[in-house]
């Protein structure tokens, strides 16, 4: 069997600074926008921490306990010796892993119940988070508790048992959030295809979107790679190295599709071609669309400004310019919107009429 230390290395090298730049990128967008952070960035960058993390214990294990390559020719001290430290290293990677993966599922989740707030599938949403938490509880306890005690499971030189079938474990625990990954991708998907856009404009929300089946992609193909798992046998390093592999392309991945959709300005910035909008829509008046307590509008389009430049700009994101602005809020009777609409008005200074001059009565002359 060929030593597979080059493939590590470039599956850690290749996906790791997309998911660097991409949530760099997405801090200074925020910034750029003047919105201020969220939760949904909060867990991205958590995500990151756990997926870096996860990345540096594989290059770890490849340098110091023969990831990738084969031991069965080497004395046997030795291959005791790496097998204890590899189940050492891959009872610690299970929890970067599982919480890198939860935690991007929350960014993106997070990221729609603030754009899709008044949306259909708010509810749809808020189940998913619950579902994705109790994946994270589930998953967590059996990484901790499969064995008794638990160091049985990297130590096999004491007294012990191991109750859960790992490599059961691992293609159930791994079906169950691959299924969860397509669920988060495709459901703002049917959301956006009732929007009424412009074929242009709905391909390229959808596009961004669609870009979370990468990492679906990367799980089915670690799930194919921890069905190989064997527990019994002597060559585990080399056995897991492509499972370990894949899980660090898809926690990287994870982290670059969550930040994707949040990078329309920088896009608009620096690379103005790539825009839907207008040349000239920084010179329009912007449109927002808000909902009153109370009243229900069923037919209210979701706000998909972080996303593609579907709507004119808001005046947060307009610099550069001087001039005064008015806010004129019109109330409307029907669905229970509010119109804010921001007009420029001139820059000519405002000055009072003079007061008029009455004619003279006569009286008292």
């Known amino acids: 069997m060929s030593s597979l230390v080059p493939n590590i290395w470039a599956g850690v090298i290749t996906v790791t600074p997309f998911a660097v730049i991409a949530l760099v990128l997405r801090l200074c967008a925020r910034r750029m926008t003047r919105m201020g952070f969220g939760f949904d960035d909060c867990f991205s960058v958590a995500a990151w921490v756990f997926a870096v993390g996860y990345s540096a214990i594989v290059l770890v294990w490849t340098v110091h306990f ?3 390559q084969t031991i069965g020719h080497l004395p046997r001290e030795q291959i005791d010796y790496y097998l204890g430290r590899s189940y050492l290293v891959l009872w610690i990677s299970e929890f970067f892993y599982s919480w890198s993966i939860c935690l991007s599922k929350l960014a ?3 990221f729609y119940s603030r754009v899709f707030q008044f949306s259909s599938i708010r509810w749809p949403i808020r189940i998913l988070i619950a579902t994705c938490c109790v994946w994270i509880g589930i998953r967590t306890f059996f990484t901790i508790f499969r064995c008794s005690p638990v160091h049985y499971y990297w130590d096999r030189s004491i007294e012990g048992s191991c109750w859960v079938n790992v490599a059961t474990y691992y293609l159930a625990t791994d079906v169950t959030h691959t299924l969860l990954d397509c669920i988060i991708v495709a459901l703002p998907i049917f959301e956006v295809l009732k929007i009424q856009l412009r074929i242009g404009q709905k391909i390229a929300v959808i596009g961004l979107f669609s870009c979370g089946f990468l990492v679906c992609i990367a799980s089915a193909f670690q799930i194919v790679q921890s069905t190989r798992y ?12 492509l499972s370990m592999i894949w899980g660090t392309v898809e926690v990287q991945l994870a982290v670059f599709a969550s930040c994707l959709a949040l990078l329309r300005p920088i896009f608009r910035k620096f690379v103005p071609g790539l825009s839907t909008a207008d040349p000239d829509s920084l010179s329009r008046p912007s449109l927002a669309v808000r909902q009153i307590p109370g009243h229900s509008n069923p037919a209210m389009s979701p706000r998909l400004d972080d996303v593609s430049d579907i709507s004119l700009p808001r005046i947060h994101d307009v610099e550069g310019l001087d001039q005064p602005w008015m806010k004129q809020v019109t109330s409307s009777s029907e669905g229970g919107q509010v119109d804010l609409r921001e007009h420029r008005t001139s820059s000519v200074p405002w000055e009072p009429p003079e007061p008029a001059k009455l004619p003279s009565s006569g009286v008292g002359t």
């Open 230 to 241: 064997d527990p019994d046998s002597i060559e585990l390093p080399h056995q897991l190295a």
């Open 66 to 68: 023969k990831l990738g």
């Open 108 to 110: 993106v989740l997070t």
